[in-house]
């Protein structure tokens, strides 16, 4: 017989060609996937199904005497090929569109075993005396078994790992000192990168023989993990005034990867000699954004306490004194004086008023200052006072519905929230700081004071108030300058009113 008819017998009888469409079904299913060297080892099989076929074709032309070895090499390679294919079509096809996944290590063991069953099987029926080598292999076996113990050890505790569940890719986890998220879990080692942009090689064993605390996890619930942040205030402010003003900052900050629910609180830690420990908890969403989260925290409670005029405190070391001047205070609280009233006189909303009553505005103005992002007002909130912004800029945003929209931005020298401080009215629209804000805020009551005594006054507040509401409607609705100058006259004596009603002035 010709090289080709025998070549074509071989692969008729070891079913070659199906073993072509099961690989090219697997490579299919495969596309994309994860794990090439997978392929790469089927690959191999294949490749070396088809050689030794050629080989045998070869010595029986020449040699008919031992074509029968190669024939059974090349349906071992062949039985070997079939069960890989054949299992990756059903792991990455069949059970990839049922969208169910099988751990990687339990793949692999159920693809070795049956090929291992397989191999025997045929090289069985093929003929071959397998005796020897099984008692041979046992021997091997042991010794492995023996010197290999921590490999096997590493290997058996990486299917436990996966095939229990207890650590998936993508959990962050903490062994010891090291904290990072599960990359992979192979058959020796567990890859953790960490936040350094590591990735350290755990071995599986060592995952089993120490606690290992799941960040983030809780069952039935999202992946949260509760952070602590810590400051120091000092005894001459109250707890409950320290808790409620940074509690209060936090719940209303929406600060991004901060948990809304459960909302943040704040608790008195300790208590030394000069100054109270206190920690802000919160649930971070994004377990890799710890350190930045943080630090976006610690600026809320910063703002925050710097409004209530509470100063953080700093334990102290050392004591220096010296000598200040007799009259230092009083210098320096001229200068804040003389600073307030400038932002007063730097917008046009005061600018009818006499000097002596800039400098009682003056001093009612209490410092107020925004770190970016935060919500200084909110729409439909009741706050009677006014926002007076020396450096920075606002974003004006309007609620409608679930939409959220932004009509305008502000830029310093500006003021914001006059309509609630003179008539109470909630506020039209959610201020928010687009940078860091340096701004004063003033309440109705020192204006109650200088409009009653000066009640013309109401009528040229009213009318600024009419025209800044027609430049906000305009800005929500669109409205031409004609329809707003309409609406604007409509309203200064419905403001009139009003601010008379408010203040007290009738």
Not at 43 to 64: C, K, N, Q, R, Y
Not at 153 to 172: F, H, K, P, R, Y
Not at 365 to 378: D, K, M, N, Q, S
Request: glycine share 6%.
């Amino acid at each position: 017989m010709s090289f080709f008819s025998v070549l074509w017998q071989g692969a008729l009888s070891a079913h070659t060609a199906w073993l072509l469409g099961a690989f090219a079904l697997a490579v299919l299913t495969r596309r994309g996937g994860t794990h090439p060297r997978r392929m790469r080892m089927l690959s191999f099989w294949l490749v070396g199904h088809l050689v030794s076929l050629v080989i045998d074709a070869a010595l029986h032309t020449h040699e008919p005497d031992i074509h029968n070895e190669f024939r059974t090499v090349s349906w071992v390679f062949g039985a070997v090929t079939a069960v890989g294919a054949g299992m990756s079509v059903v792991f990455h096809g069949v059970l990839g569109r049922m969208r169910m996944t099988v751990p990687r290590i339990v793949e692999d063991v159920l693809v070795g075993l049956i090929s291992v069953l397989a191999a025997v099987t045929v090289a069985s029926r093929a003929g071959a005396n397998l005796s020897g080598l099984i008692a041979t292999s046992a021997v091997i076996t042991a010794v492995l078994g023996f010197s290999l113990q921590d490999v096997i050890g590493n290997i058996a505790s990486g299917l436990s790992l996966q095939v229990d569940t207890s650590i998936n890719v993508g959990d962050w986890i903490r062994v010891n000192d090291l904290i990072g998220r599960v990359v992979e879990v192979s058959w020796r080692y567990t890859a953790i990168e960490t936040r350094n942009w590591e990735t350290i090689l755990v071995p599986n064993l060592m995952l089993l023989r120490n606690p290992v605390t799941v960040l983030g996890r809780r069952g039935g619930q999202p992946q949260l993990w509760r952070r602590w942040v810590y400051f120091n205030v000092d005894w001459q402010h109250q707890p409950s005034d320290v808790i409620e003003v940074v509690q209060t900052a936090m719940r209303g900050a929406e600060l991004a990867r901060v948990a809304t629910e459960p909302t943040p609180n704040c608790v008195l830690m300790d208590m030394t000699d000069t100054y109270g420990k206190y920690a802000l908890r919160y649930w971070l969403t994004d377990l890799a954004a710890d350190d930045g989260t943080d630090s976006d925290v610690r600026t809320r409670i910063y703002f925050a306490l710097q409004r209530a005029d509470i100063k953080l405190a700093t334990p102290s070391h050392s004591l220096t004194v010296a000598q200040e001047a007799p009259d230092a205070p009083l210098v320096k609280t001229a200068r804040q004086a003389e600073r307030r009233k400038e932002a007063l006189k730097s917008v046009g909303f005061f600018n009818t008023l006499e000097e002596a009553e800039f400098d009682e505005l003056a001093r009612a103005l209490r410092y107020a200052p925004f770190t970016a992002g935060e919500v200084i007002t909110r729409q439909g909130a009741t706050a009677h006072w006014l926002y007076l912004v020396e450096e920075g800029t606002v974003a004006v945003q309007i609620r409608e519905g679930t939409n959220v929209r932004e009509v305008t931005r502000l830029v310093s020298p500006t003021l914001f929230g006059e309509m609630s401080l003179l008539t109470g009215a909630p506020r039209a629209a959610t201020v928010t700081a687009a940078t860091d804000v340096e701004c004063f805020r003033l309440d109705s009551s020192a204006f109650q004071r200088v409009l009653a005594r000066r009640p013309e006054l109401v009528t040229h507040f009213a009318e600024v108030l009419a025209t800044r509401a027609a430049e906000l409607q305009t800005a929500r609705d669109g409205l031409d300058a004609e329809a707003a100058h309409k609406g604007q006259e409509g309203d200064e004596g419905d403001l009139f009113q009003r601010i008379r009603t408010f203040l007290n002035l009738e």
